[in-house]
């Protein structure tokens, strides 16, 4: 069996977790005896660090990525991009004879359905979001069906610009609006695209949002996590949080609690891990609080060892999470958690491994105590059950994938 993974990042390039679950798949289902060839853009020379036992072909792109800035959403749902994306697919896909197309990256899907018009080769998609529902997602944090065009240029318009747009002034908005008139547009063929295909999404929350929006065939299976091979080290006194600095992954709730964290933990240090546009702000509490401490993007072998060092791993999102990366690799590392009660976060975290709060301060910061008072309980538990973590995370999920693959063949 040989398989076509499309993606329009892939590492070194890598804006998330998606990426990185896309290379871990790879790798495991090529030892598991299906053939992988990841398709992606070539954005330039960086080289990829990890060993693969998978082959990867990069055609060419017109976009070159220089100082790690990725481009923007808009280089993946032009036209051009969906024409060069099909024509790209269809040669590697043909030449290469694969067997199955896996849509790992969301912007790959039209180019992918267009190029399967003369492939026909069965297709999967697995969607990690929520956008070919709504480009905006905020229609979804409290209901599962997505807005109307009313709800969306007004409600969800008026969130976007109020929460995610620094410098108000009329130029902006008007530039926002356009924005938003080709996000709807985007967010329309990318529905279009995932029509009558087998989807895969990432949790049962997911699953059951994408029903509620008319979508059919759809498959479970999680994110693909990467075991640690030291899975029980010296904690120090530290907290962390891993993920975008913007107010969905709940980075507000953060900054509203962290000098009470401060006064009550000052033995603690607090590290920050990541980019986005409320980093200004946290870097205002660092320069008030020493044991605070906000550090960049790292690699993902970074990240993981501060996860294993960590005593307590924060996840405080008021989006609704499709899955939660950020979770499982924490229990991976044997390290307890406190999350919020959004999205597919609960389903993660079974109450021995840590705490499952509502997405408020005072709720997260309650929630943060019982994480640290309980610490030794959490850590023991996750540590003796880490054979039902290594099967919901790891070995699980290059075997679903597999007997897909046979299903969609047959």
Known sequence: MKVAFLIEYFPPYATGGSEWSTFYLARQLSKEKTEVVVITPNYGEKKLQEKVNFKIIKFPFYKKIKNSHLPGNFFYTNPLWIIWTAINFYLTVKSEKADVIHVQGKYCLPGARLANLFLRKPIIATLRDYQPICNYGFCLYHKNKGCTPAEYFGSDFHTYYEEYVQDKNLVNYSLNILFAIWGRLAKNILAQAAR????????KYQQNVYLANGFKNITVIGNSIVPTKTPKVTKKDQLVYVGRLTPGKGVNLLISIIPEICKKYPQYQFLLIGSGFLKGKLKAITLKFNNVKLLDQLDHEQVLKILEESKLSIIPSVWPEPFGRVVAESLMCNTPVVVTNRGALPELVNKRWGVVTQASPHALLMGIKNGLANNHKYETNIYDDRKQLLETFVTS????????????TK
């Open 196 to 203: 009558n295909i087998k989807i895969v999404v990432l949790s």
């Open 397 to 408: 999920i290059p075997r679903k994938y597999a007997k897909l693959y046979e299903e969609v």
